[in-house]
Every structure is written in C-alpha cells, then in structure tokens.
C-alpha cells in the first residue's frame, strides 16, 4: 500500500511516489518514495493492519508529512509546491478507509 499526493494526471499503473510530481509512504517498508521508484529513503515503521496512517501537505512551503496513529513522523519533504490531490495505490488486494475531514482526524493538530 502506499499512500501519498500526486499531480494530475497520475498513470493508473504507477504506484505513488514512483512517478514524478508523487510522493508516499509505501506501508511494506516504512519507506518514502518521491518521484523515482529507485530513490526511496527510510521515513517511519512499515504499517501493520490496524494503523491509522495520515498525510499533511503544507502547502506555502511544500512540506509533506505522515502520521501513523495521530503521531507525526516528521517533514517527508519541503518544497514539494505542486497541485496535487491525495492517492493511494495497491500492488493487491487491500482494505481502506479514508477520512476526508467528515470525521475529527486521530492527529489533533489536523482538526484546528
């Protein structure tokens, strides 16, 4: 599973953080891709099942951040100033849901 934000158009093969103008966090490996499938760098802990895994964007510095539990992870990255919209990609078969804000987020800070 990888979560993260990417430009329109995203190509439906691609995974997230594989393509340029993506980035995110791959749940196998705690790793954080950002455009290039060969340049990922250890972020957090790989996910389990059960997290609750969210992702920030900053927008007037173009920091993106994780969350894993409503903890933050720390700046996946900084001047990431794009258009993007949130993704989320499986190489299998998966069970998610997501939170559009219908729902107070687990990250506090989020919900200010």
Known sequence: L???FATK????W?????????????????????????????????IKEGDVIGVGYLYQSGTVFFTRNGQ???????????PVHPVIGSIGPCNVSVNFGHEDFLFGAANQ
């Open 2 to 4: 990888a979560i993260g």
């Open 9 to 12: 158009p995203y190509p439906r």
């Open 14 to 46: 691609r995974i997230p953080g594989w393509h340029r103008h993506s980035i995110a966090y791959h749940s196998n490996s705690g790793t954080v891709f950002a455009s290039d499938p060969s340049l990922g760098r250890p972020y957090g802990p790989a």
């Open 72 to 82: 933050n992870l720390g700046k996946a990255s900084i001047g990431f100033k794009y």
